[in-house]
């Protein structure tokens, strides 16, 4: 009874039209109005108790590294060296795409951020050479969602706090399989486009890559900094967004100057904008995740799955199935939120790892983001490369695909994330 008021209120408010954080502030009241415990005032004490957290500090620092990246030249530099590096090669304007994902993942952990930067600096170009519009436009969509799995991650500073999971070792854990789903995208544009007759780019001196790597130097430096600093535990995650936003900043403004003191208002702004959303979803969470202990929600789940719990890999495969059915109607935060109190009660008494089951999770929720009909990062791209929703969802499905059949490897095979994974954090 209590499962099927929890869901009944959750999926009825959003049935409703209710945006998501008032939906799960409605389920929270629902579940305590079912246990005739119904307070205001826990309602307001759990909110704002939701938000009062150090690590979801790096939300909007992390943001605006992400705003500045993008309007301080830094993914523009990234994008040049990379097409100094493979632009002269068959279909090599897709795999500067990739490499450029992999590289701009490491600096702002935005999917949305890298998608509309990657939309912007290549789909012209790609659209000029002859290329296909809906193909190229879907490779970049899943491009950019690599973004949530490369450190910095929004996502799993979110998935952390919710779970109570070192940010620092999904962070670290992250590394390996982001670049694993970038290969994934390497080896099914490279068999899509074997046979097109597109003339490649002249090839690169090694006098041009030279200057392309000096060029882009520092902005490739950033990453480097967050990851040694949190490997060799310089720094926690919410300062390495401090510095990450910082260094963006110093260098836009200073090395690069493509950034004026006056656009630093319209960055602002669109970074508090966007972590509002983001921090007053979790302050709303927090209630419902309050009634699901207090109603010991997670304990009727395990007895359902019972049978399951002696067979992990089974149980992730169900897990995996559950988030890609919810992935197609929900948006990453709020899936994350909602199925992270839930599930971590059933991961724990299988004995899954819950680093490893939190890179699967996020990697489950990233590729959600293109997947029909929500996909956030379809709409961006469809929005900024100026192509219809149909063509960049016809073109997203083999990359998705892909991306899918990674996942599920690393399901069977765990040592592909944790044996680099407790490399990188000892």
Same mark, same amino acid.
């Given at each position: 009874m209590t499962i099927a008021i929890f869901l009944g209120a959750?999926?009825?408010?959003?049935?409703?039209? $209710?945006?998501?954080? &008032?939906?799960?502030?409605a389920c929270g009241a629902a579940l305590?109005?079912?246990?005739?415990?119904?307070?205001?005032? @826990?309602?307001?004490?759990?909110?704002?108790?939701?938000?009062?957290? &150090?690590?979801?500090?790096? /939300?909007? &620092?992390?943001?605006?590294?992400?705003?500045?990246?993008?309007?301080?030249?830094?993914?523009?530099? @990234? $994008?040049?060296?990379?097409?100094?590096?493979?632009?002269?090669?068959?279909?090599?304007?897709?795999?500067?795409?990739?490499m450029a994902a992999v590289l701009m993942a490491a600096l702002s952990g935005s999917a949305v951020a890298d998608a509309a930067a990657l939309a912007?600096?290549?789909?012209?170009?790609?659209? =000029?050479?002859?290329?296909?519009?809906?193909?190229? *436009?879907?490779?970049?969509?899943?491009?950019?969602?690599?973004?949530?799995?490369?450190?910095?991650s929004i996502g799993f500073v979110v998935f952390g706090v919710a779970a109570n999971v070192s940010i620092s070792k999904l962070f670290l854990a992250g590394i390996v399989p982001g670049v694993l789903l970038g290969a994934a995208l390497w080896i099914t544009w490279w068999w899509?486009?074997?046979?097109?007759?597109?003339?490649? *780019?002249? =090839?690169?001196?090694?006098?041009?890559?030279?200057?392309?790597?000096?060029?882009?130097?520092? *902005?490739?430096?950033?990453?480097?900094?967050? /990851?040694?600093?949190?490997?060799?535990?310089?720094?926690?995650?919410?300062?390495?967004a401090v510095v990450a936003a910082v260094y963006a900043l110093? $260098?836009?403004?200073?090395?690069?100057r493509e950034l004026r003191l006056r656009e630093l208002y319209r960055l602002f702004e669109a970074a508090a904008k966007t972590s509002a959303i983001i921090?007053?979803?979790?302050?709303?969470?927090?209630?419902?995740?309050?009634?699901?202990? $207090?109603?010991?929600?997670?304990?009727?789940v395990i007895s359902l799955l019972q049978p399951l719990l002696d067979r992990p890999t089974l149980l992730m495969i *169900? @897990?995996?199935?559950?988030?890609?059915?919810?992935?197609?109607?929900?948006?990453?935060?709020?899936? @994350?939120?909602?199925?992270t109190p839930v599930l971590m009660p059933i991961v724990k008494a299988a004995g899954i790892d819950p680093v490893y089951f939190g890179v699967l999770f996020m990697i489950n929720n990233a590729i959600g983001l293109i997947t029909p009909p929500v996909g956030t990062v379809l709409s961006t791209v469809a929005g900024v490369g100026k192509v219809s929703m149909d063509d960049v969802t016809r073109g997203v499905w083999p990359f998705m695909v892909a991306q899918f059949a990674m996942m599920f490897l690393m399901v069977f095979f765990p040592q592909l994330v944790m044996v680099p994974a407790r490399w990188f954090y000892g």
């Open positions: 959750l999926l009825g408010a959003m049935a409703l039209g $209710v945006p998501i954080a &008032f939906s799960l502030l305590m109005w079912h246990m005739d415990m119904f307070d205001p005032q @826990i309602l307001a004490q759990n909110t704002i108790e939701g938000a009062n957290s &150090f690590p979801l500090l790096a /939300v909007p &620092f992390f943001m605006l590294a992400g705003e500045i990246m993008n309007a301080g030249g830094l993914s523009r530099r @990234i $994008v040049h060296f990379a097409m100094t590096l493979v632009g002269h090669v068959r279909g090599g304007l897709g795999y500067v795409g990739i912007a600096l290549l789909l012209p170009m790609m659209n =000029r050479a002859g290329y296909d519009t809906a193909r190229s *436009a879907g490779l970049l969509s899943a491009a950019g969602i690599i973004a949530p799995i490369i450190p910095p899509l486009v074997r046979t097109d007759k597109i003339q490649p *780019a002249p =090839r690169a001196t090694r006098a041009e890559i030279a200057a392309a790597f000096k060029d882009a130097t520092l *902005a490739l430096g950033m990453p480097l900094i967050v /990851v040694v600093g949190l490997k060799m535990g310089v720094f926690t995650p919410t300062e390495a110093l $260098v836009s403004m200073l090395v690069y921090m007053f979803l979790v302050a709303a969470a927090m209630v419902s995740a309050w009634m699901i202990t $207090v109603a010991n929600l997670p304990a009727e *169900a @897990i995996m199935v559950l988030t890609m059915v919810v992935g197609t109607a929900m948006d990453m935060t709020p899936t @994350i939120l909602i199925l």
